[in-house]
């Protein structure tokens, strides 16, 4: 499937020590198509563009829907044009932003287009994620739990996955769904061989009855 490359935003300034491999780097990824534009501002030429952005230090990068912050690696703009250019990539930039501490940042992100919490399901799924970012991610998950009807397939699967804390994770989030039909996946995990989910069903299913 053919994918639109991102566009580049990068603010540069005088004296900056890593602005010039970012400014290179980026620009072979134009040569490569891998960027659609590039556009560059020089903050001490144009503080109010950087006012505008909240530009606070350089090199300040906006690929895509992702902001990025000092020195990056012609390898790491590569890795992250691609991941600009596809929904999954979603997942990688929340990751980041979370290992951050960026846990506000993460959030207007997501709440800007919720479609980007499916792509995070990546990250309850993988038990070797950093407990920091497991919560972070259920918490973001947790805040539009509005919207996780439209993940049930997807979280019903996860209440099949080999380690416990994914499927504990995964009937938490089914109780939050507000849906009928998540009692049937969540009923399952009360016969689960882990105590902890056991809990967690039912907890989820008192969570279901409420709505």
């Known amino acids: 499937m053919t994918t639109t490359p991102p566009d580049a935003l990068l603010f540069i300034a005088p004296g900056c020590p890593h602005c010039p491999a970012v400014l290179q780097g980026l620009s072979e990824l134009v040569k490569e198509s891998l960027i659609g534009k590039m556009t560059v501002v020089n903050v001490a030429a144009h503080p109010e563009q950087a006012a505008e952005y909240g530009v606070r230090a350089a090199p300040w990068l906006r690929l895509g829907s992702?902001?990025?912050?000092?020195?990056?690696?012609?390898?790491?703009?590569?890795?992250?044009?691609?991941?600009?250019?596809?929904?999954?990539?979603?997942?990688?930039?929340?990751?980041?932003?979370?290992?951050?501490?960026?846990?506000?940042q993460a959030a207007v992100f997501i709440t800007e287009e919720t479609s980007r919490l499916q792509p995070l399901l990546a990250i309850i799924a993988d038990p070797g994620a950093s407990l920091d970012v497991r919560l972070g991610v259920s918490a973001l998950l947790e805040a539009h739990a509005n919207e996780l009807h439209k993940l049930l397939p997807q979280l019903?699967?996860?209440?099949?996955?080999?380690?416990?804390r994914v499927r504990a994770d995964a009937c938490h989030l089914l109780g939050l769904t507000g849906s009928s039909a998540a009692r049937t996946y969540i009923e399952t995990c009360l016969k689960d061989a882990h105590k902890e989910v056991r809990e967690i069903a039912e907890e989820a299913l008192a969570e279901l009855a409420k709505t």
């Open 66 to 104: 992702f902001t990025l912050t000092g020195a990056h690696s012609l390898a790491e703009l590569r890795q992250w044009t691609g991941w600009a250019s596809s929904i999954d990539g979603a997942a990688h930039y929340v990751e980041h932003l979370l290992k951050q501490g960026g846990y506000k």
């Open 156 to 164: 019903a699967d996860l209440t099949l996955h080999a380690d416990h």
